[in-house]
């Protein structure tokens, strides 16, 4: 028998996973020597014995790691024996200038799970329950190496029996840093709106019996606040919206178990495994007809935002007749998520009647993520609790820092071979957003050892995120990206393509190379460059912004600009004030051009009958999607008009056809689907007409459009169907919060320094 000695390094996310006491305990099972021990480079394993045993050794190594952790490498040296007498666990090495990887907050795992309901066990009903394989990671750390004195965790300390789970390697607690327990640990407490605190009640047990009275509350999570309410009462909901002054814009629920979604939702394998990862997004379901609840949750809607708790307090919370909750972020409109005490009893006492608390800070403030399942493919919408900061592995070999959209904005920073989104981090657009955004990337900063040489940003003029990028920082070269080349860029990243592909970019707004304000656009695009080879024509948006919020105005624009006897229709569509419209455009007053697909969405929405004026982002074109009842397969006129430098979509037969369809009093459901079906024919033709030309067959699709689940799947079909191969983004959202990871690959490859 032979005895050989191994160095092995271990790269990937290997910190706060178990992933020590996992070695360690392999190496005992294995009759092995030497020790273990965490570098900012990942884990080194300094090993000796028999051969057998070593290949033993690598083999679960390779094969079943820790369950959270995330190998991307195992290097394996051969050493010169050195007889180490035992195996031991050693202290952290001080960090070099490498990157640590952080683990997301991860749900509540099985075992713990089994431990807070066991009467027996000593972490019975406790709400903060949590081991290396579960609970609170990246929202609670402040800085690195990942170890309790960095983390929110740090003012608790151990107690005795605590202490002893974390110091025996064969324990599930063995160096999980937020190990707690009742008697040392975080505490919930539950204050009425006044600030009065209420110690005489069993927080639980209190707040269990106050929603069920119909009482709304904000409830502490683990990367946030949440507003809570009864989600069978119709009343309380109805309340919930009053005062947070939303009134349709549809709310997430939480259910008790997977047996409740599905009784109210359609549900795939798939789709179930994803309600029950470790990562526990907010899943968008397809509505059952039988389902029994309020229609206030979400109106209008043929989809619902589920999620299942991933807590040990929110696993505690339902019980028998309590088992759906309203459970929406806790913000003012417009403003960031709620994280501290503090700021929460300021800011939101005006919403609720009672907050229930607790006293483990949160250091970084994460939204629940939201995704949904497409023709099998899983696409996040809001990508953040759960996913961040997990990196795309994508070599690059400049220090960038990509600005991101001002809408739905996330940010991305690259450094060695790893590219980091950030968190959704709302929409840019006041001061209080901004401040956090810029908090958020400073944190980055120093979490990842990551200074910008680069910043990439968008070319809109008036975008915060863009101000920000040419302010801040000093000495670093600062990179303008179209926001629509940034959109096919980051579909094709995600999808690993580096060769050049025709781009379909259907968007609400996006600033365009000659001013005006794109969204409709067939581009050439290679990781570096663009060309734009088609768009729908431009079209004004009488009162600019005002345009956005009011549809009707759009259906204005269209039917003045392409039906003849326009008055007419006017006349028999709206009400007189469309007339004010007609003059902002004949004078061309405050009435930029667009090429947007998402203001034809919204113009057909309101000539339809659908919606006029909006409530939050999307609206007209959302309940646009889900008037579809019956499918047909009739589609509207169109003309594709070549023309210099780009072909033109122009939607003058569109426009008339469906105001006949109007007056004639066609269906909602079937105007709905013949529009979406003319869209999806001369996307289909213009890809035809440049795939000829250019001979290739990769189409990558972007932006906040194909968030419509019909027009997206129905295209991707046509397009499959003559054989092209069709690409989306799946982990990075396809609408702008994906901006960002373009940016920077654009800004990579145009600036490309090799070390
Ligand atoms: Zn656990
Ligand atoms: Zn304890
Ligand atoms: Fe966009």
């Known amino acids: 028998m032979e005895f050989i000695r191994v160095f092995i390094k271990v790269k990937g996310i290997v910190q706060g996973v178990g992933f020590r006491p996992f070695v360690y305990n392999l190496a005992i099972e294995n009759n092995l020597n030497g020790y273990v021990n965490n570098s900012s480079e990942g884990v080194l394993i300094d090993i000796e014995g028999n051969n057998e045993s070593i290949e033993a050794f690598l083999n679960t190594l390779k094969v079943s790691p820790p369950p959270l952790s995330k190998i991307d490498s195992i290097e394996v040296v051969k050493l010169i024996f050195n007889n180490y007498s035992s195996f031991t666990i050693e202290k952290s090495l001080a ?23 066991n009467k027996d066990n000593r972490r019975y009903k406790y709400p903060f329950t949590n081991c290396t394989n579960c609970g609170p990671r990246f929202s609670i750390i402040h800085n690195i190496p990942y170890d309790r004195k960095y983390t929110t965790m740090k003012n608790f300390k151990m107690c005795p029996e605590c202490e002893k789970e974390y110091t025996s390697p064969d324990n599930r607690r063995f160096h999980a840093q937020p190990n707690a327990c009742s008697i040392c640990g975080p505490k919930i407490y539950v204050e009425d709106f006044k600030g009065s605190s209420l110690s005489e009640v069993d927080p639980l047990d209190f707040t269990r019996e106050k929603l069920l009275e119909g009482y709304i509350f904000a409830i502490k999570g683990l990367t946030g606040f949440h507003l809570v309410c009864d989600g069978r009462n119709f009343a309380s909901i109805e309340s919930l919206r009053e005062r947070k002054k939303r009134s349709d814009k549809p709310f997430a629920i939480m259910v008790k178990d997977l047996e409740t979604a599905k009784s109210l939702c359609h549900i795939s394998k798939m789709e179930e495994e994803i309600l029950l990862s470790k990562e526990r997004p ?5 509505i059952k007809d039988t389902c029994p609840l309020p229609s206030n949750i979400a109106p209008y809607q043929k989809t619902l935002g589920i999620m299942l708790p991933y807590t040990p307090f929110q696993e505690l ?7 759906v909750l309203i459970m929406t972020s806790a913000n003012l409109s417009g ?11 300021e800011n939101l006492k005006d919403i609720v009647d009672y907050f229930l608390f607790h006293n483990r800070d949160i250091y970084i403030p994460l939204d629940d993520s939201v995704g949904k399942v497409l023709d099998d493919k899983f696409m996040l919408i809001r990508r953040a609790r759960g996913y961040v900061p997990a990196p795309i592995k994508y070599t690059i070999n400049n220090n960038i820092l990509a600005a991101g959209s001002n809408m739905k904005n996330t940010f991305s920073i690259a450094k060695e071979d790893f590219i980091f989104v950030s968190q959704h981090t709302g929409d840019l657009q006041n001061i209080e957003t901004l401040n956090h955004y810029k908090w958020n990337i400073d944190h980055f900063k120093k979490v990842f050892l990551f200074n910008p040489e680069i910043i990439a940003y968008d070319m809109h003029p008036n975008y915060l995120s863009s101000e920000f990028a040419l302010e801040g920082y000093e000495g ?33 707004t996006g600033y365009g190379d000659d001013g005006k304000l794109w969204g409709g656009e067939i581009l050439y695009s290679t ?10 024509e431009y079209i004004k948006m009488p009162g600019g912004e005002k345009a956005i919020l009011e549809p009707w105005r759009m259906a204005v624009s269209y039917i003045y600009k392409y039906v003849s006897n326009s008055n007419n229709v006017l006349e028999a569509l709206y009400d007189s004030n469309y007339k004010v419209i007609i003059k902002m455009l004949q004078a061309n007053i405050n009435s930029p051009e667009t090429s947007s697909i998402g203001r034809l969405f919204d113009a057909v929405s309101s ?16 309940e646009l999607e889900s008037t579809i009842q019956k499918i047909n397969d009739d589609t509207y006129g169109y003309e594709l008009i070549e023309s210099n430098p780009c072909q033109i979509i122009n939607p003058e037969k569109l426009i008339n056809e469906l105001v006949q369809d109007k007056l004639n009093n066609k269906s909602k459901s079937y105007m709905a689907c013949k529009f979406h079906n003319t869209v ?14 250019t001979g290739i067959n990769k189409i990558c699709l972007g932006g906040g459009v194909f968030q419509n689940s019909y027009l997206l799947l129905k295209l991707k079909k046509e397009l499959e169907h003559h054989e092209f191969d069709v690409y989306t983004n799946s982990l990075i959202p396809i609408n702008d919060g994906g901006i960002s990871l373009g940016q920077l690959v654009i800004a990579e490859k145009s600036l490309l320094k090799v070390k």
């Open 95 to 117: 960090q070099l200038d490498k990157i640590t990887l952080i683990s997301p907050d991860i749900a509540l795992c099985k075992d713990c799970r089994k431990d807070i309901l």
């Open 282 to 286: 907010i899943l968008l379901l397809n």
């Open 317 to 323: 919370l339902f019980k028998d007749n309590l088992d």
């Open 335 to 345: 403003l960031p998520l709620e994280y501290t005490n503090e700021k929460a009893k």
């Open 476 to 508: 670093v070269k600062r990179f303008p990206v179209q926001h629509h080349h940034a959109h096919i860029v980051s579909s094709m990243v995600e999808n690993n393509i580096d060769e050049p592909v025709l781009g379909i970019a259907y968007d609400g």
């Open 527 to 536: 990781l570096k460059d663009y060309k734009r080879l088609a768009h729908l």
């Open 607 to 622: 000539i339809i009958g659908i919606r006029n004026n909006i409530s939050y982002e999307g609206q007209a074109s959302i």
């Open 680 to 693: 999806v024919n001369f996307t289909v033709e213009l890809i035809e007409i440049f795939s000829k030309a």
